[in-house]
């Protein structure tokens, strides 16, 4: 597996984008995007160096968003993306090592239809698993 991105939790995106600008000297790359099955909106942030980490700016999207519960506890940085080519195998063997399946894999609209599964480590991390493009 490979590091993609570190999701932020927002309330809103308003001076987001502008403040990351400001202070890390990062850009837009791509979004938002609203994407109705994660129930979020989402931008994700970077430089131009490839090697630079991107950041997944999240903010609800509905009343019954998902993100509003990481919200509530204060928000801020609280999942790692990592890019795998073998989704199922990935999955299964987090799993045999002791992590919870939180979402099975559903396409993801910030990733033109790749799939996104989620799952929280034995150390209470959360982990978004993505497909790699093929």
């Known amino acids: 597996m490979k590091f993609r991105h570190l999701g932020v939790a927002l309330t809103k ?31 994700f942030l970077g430089t131009d160096d490839p090697g630079d980490a991107i950041i997944e700016l999240i903010t609800p999207l509905t009343d019954d968003s998902p993100i509003k519960s990481v919200l509530a506890r204060g928000g801020g940085a609280y999942h790692m993306c990592f890019e795998t080519r073998r989704l199922e195998e990935s999955l299964a063997d987090c799993v045999a090592k002791g992590c919870l399946l939180v979402s ?10 790749r799939r996104i599964a989620w799952i929280l480590t034995p150390t209470r991390q959360l982990i978004e698993l993505l497909e790699a493009e093929p």
């Open 13 to 43: 995106l308003d001076g987001a984008i502008e403040a990351y600008g400001a202070i890390l000297g990062y850009k837009l790359l791509s979004g938002p995007f609203a994407d109705p099955i994660q129930k979020v909106s989402v931008c």
């Open 104 to 113: 099975n894999p559903v396409p993801a609209v910030a990733f033109g239809g």
